[in-house]
Nanobody, 116 residues
């Protein structure tokens, strides 16, 4: 059974930092890309950042320069370092993995709340 287990969400004041982590089932070679998305009530889930198997990254314009995505292939984990957090970053953050065989899989989500 494929599993993505997220950790690291919480409550932080504006300007603060949080680090999200996601551990995925399988081996790194079975996953082509990993990423983080976020969703607020009443809105569609949106891309935050992705990272390919070769390390190439893609960021939403709203987080460029503040968030950094990284991947540890040995541990099959993806991390999201979030700095200079803003109230508008408040959302449920979801980990995603693109498995070569099983397709797109999602974690259960972790709440990030940034207070002003």
């Amino acid at each position: 059974q494929v599993q993505l287990v997220e950790s690291g969400g919480g409550l932080v004041q504006a300007g603060g930092s949080l680090r999200l982590s996601c551990a995925a089932s399988g081996t790194w070679i079975s996953i082509s890309a990993m990423g983080w998305y976020r969703q607020v009530p009443g809105k569609q889930r949106e891309l935050v950042a992705t990272i390919g198997s070769g390390g190439g990254t893609n960021y939403a314009d709203s987080v460029k320069g503040r968030f950094t995505i990284s991947r540890d292939n040995a541990k099959n984990t993806v991390n999201l370092q979030m700095n200079s957090l803003k109230p508008e970053d408040t959302a449920v953050y979801y980990c995603n993995a693109q498995y070569r065989i099983w397709g797109s899989k999602w974690g259960q989500g972790t709440q990030v709340t940034v207070s002003s």
